[in-house]
């Protein structure tokens, strides 16, 4: 498996304010994703992140919300727009690795919380 | 839609005992199954996986049973032991879906001494 480091841990933010999550990896990995999940809820899809090229959208989210960068094969940036207090959520990025298909690793998550 | 739908909701076992967690799925096309185990505060970590080619899976306690003409899948944790409490969320995939997991709607196990 990979180590994957999830910036920042936690936020407290206001309305209508935007933050941007960090997701780094130690190694090249060949998918990344960006899950959320709502407190004691599962795992909803957001996007897949996409290098050098605009992220894949699952149905209901879209990329003026949370637009997406990945500049390489080890970082993806997810970006929470306009916050509204439902938007608190944890925030996990996920990796698949090279020569294990199908498997996704998990980041730690970032704990939103929109005031 | 649900997709993948997971039962039950919460579940409270003795130490010792055996934990049992059911999957049932919707679209044939899923042919990854994995169940991941999330601590609170934590991102949720691969625990074992299944493909359908084989009705069985077993790593130490952890064992996935699988039934695919009935589309049901379930986790068994043997000997549960109290550090075994954590939420279990089921998933699968589908050949060419660019590996994006559809998850269930999580298990929250308690295993008491």
């Known amino acids: 498996s990979a180590v994957i480091s999830q910036k920042p841990s936690r936020d407290i933010c206001q309305r209508g304010t935007s933050l941007t999550i960090q997701c780094q990896v130690d190694?090249?990995?060949?998918?990344m994703f960006w899950y959320r999940q709502q407190p004691g809820q599962s795992l909803t899809l957001i996007a897949t992140a996409n290098q050098g090229s605009e992220a894949t959208y699952e149905s209901g989210f879209v990329i003026d919300k949370f637009p997406i960068s990945r500049p390489n094969l080890t970082f993806s940036t997810l970006t929470v727009s306009n916050m509204s207090p439902e938007d608190s959520s944890i925030y996990l990025c996920s990796v698949g690795m090279p020569g294990v298909p199908d498997t996704q690793y998990f980041g730690p998550g970032t704990r939103l919380t929109v005031l | 839609q649900q997709q993948v739908k997971q039962s039950p909701q919460s579940l409270i076992v003795q130490k010792g005992g055996i934990s049992i967690i059911n999957c049932a799925y919707e679209n044939t096309a899923f042919d990854y199954f994995p169940w991941y185990q999330q601590f609170p505060g934590k991102g949720p970590a691969l625990l074992i996986a299944?493909?359908?080619?084989?009705s069985e899976k077993k790593e130490g306690r952890f064992t996935i049973s699988f039934n695919k003409s009935a589309k049901q899948f379930s986790l068994h944790i043997m000997d549960s032991q109290p550090g075994d409490s954590a939420t279990y969320f089921c998933a699968a995939s589908k050949i060419g879906g660019g590996n994006k997991l559809t998850f269930g709607t999580g298990t929250q196990l308690k295993v008491e001494l």
């Open positions: 299944i493909r359908p080619d084989v």
């Open positions: 190694s090249q990995v060949t998918m």
